[in-house]
């Protein structure tokens, strides 16, 4: 009996019409029923699984084209040049600036990649630490990953809001305020209070370590438009003021 043969030029030439197409429809395109005939057409024309869909979809690499990330997607199916999401993965970590959470790769590659940064985290094959209450993946070599976790850091605290920008502006608050007088630390927390809003009065006593009745008092003189300073000078202080002498010159 003649055994059948199977050509991979028509496997080449439907993904050249069509670009990528899964297993199922290949092993039509061949007419078999048998899996690996079409893994060994496929190899002998250089091919890629999809990072996407759980590397379902298949294409040529000479169909590929990748942009300048490494990346091809058609539709929602992703391609790589590093081949498996894994290796895709790690290799962005490693060559990132600042590392990456979670859901920026996530967000970059268009795919779940929470099970494959468990899995290299795991295998010590990248790093990662908490920064902003998120865990930030980064390359496992300790200079590296330093570098990435200083640009990070530098990243995080020019965001509005981060804990980085708000400690720094605490510390200028105390400072300003230290180097006030009496009643000016008084109406500069009163200040302070009402920019903060409800509560504020308990926030800044807290901060300035003031009784919060202080801040209350220099919160509603402020309201008040009470806006007269303490003079600088005594009663009576100063020049004399020069009268008139209705009576003329004076005569020697």
């Not at 058609?74 to 999401?85: C, D, N």
């Not at 962005?92 to 268009?110: D, I, P």
């Not at 998120?134 to 990070?152: D, H, I």
Request: hydrophobic share 35%; charged share 25%; glycine share 6%.
């Amino acid at each position: 009996m003649k055994t059948a043969t199977y050509q991979a030029a028509a496997i080449q030439e439907y993904l050249q019409q069509n670009k990528v197409a899964t297993l199922d429809v290949l092993k039509t395109v061949l007419g078999t029923t048998v899996p690996m005939t079409v893994f060994r057409k496929l190899k002998q024309l250089t091919y890629l699984s999809s990072c996407s869909h759980r590397g379902k979809y298949y294409t040529l690499h000479r169909i590929a084209q990748f942009d300048k990330s490494g990346l091809w997607r058609v539709g929602s199916i992703l391609f790589s040049k590093q081949g498996t999401l894994l290796d895709t993965v790690e290799h962005f970590v490693l060559r990132s600036e600042a590392g990456y959470t979670a859901e920026e790769l996530r967000t970059l590659l268009s795919v779940e990649v929470k099970e494959p940064l468990l899995q290299l985290w795991t295998e010590t094959r990248i790093a990662r630490q908490q920064i902003e209450g998120q865990y930030v993946y980064t390359s496992a070599e300790v200079s590296q990953k330093r570098q990435q976790v200083l640009f990070r850091r530098q990243r995080e605290s020019a965001k509005p809001g981060s804990s980085f920008l708000v400690q720094a502006v605490k510390a200028a608050v105390v400072l300003f305020y230290s180097l006030l007088n009496e009643r000016q630390r008084r109406l500069f927390a009163g200040l302070e209070s009402i920019k903060q809003g409800r509560g504020g009065d308990k926030c800044i006593a807290q901060l300035l370590r003031l009784d919060v009745h202080t801040v209350a008092k220099g919160r509603e003189e402020l309201l008040r438009r009470d806006r007269e300073i303490s003079r600088n000078r005594q009663t009576g202080a100063g020049r004399k003021s020069v009268k008139k002498n209705s009576g003329g010159d004076s005569a020697y």
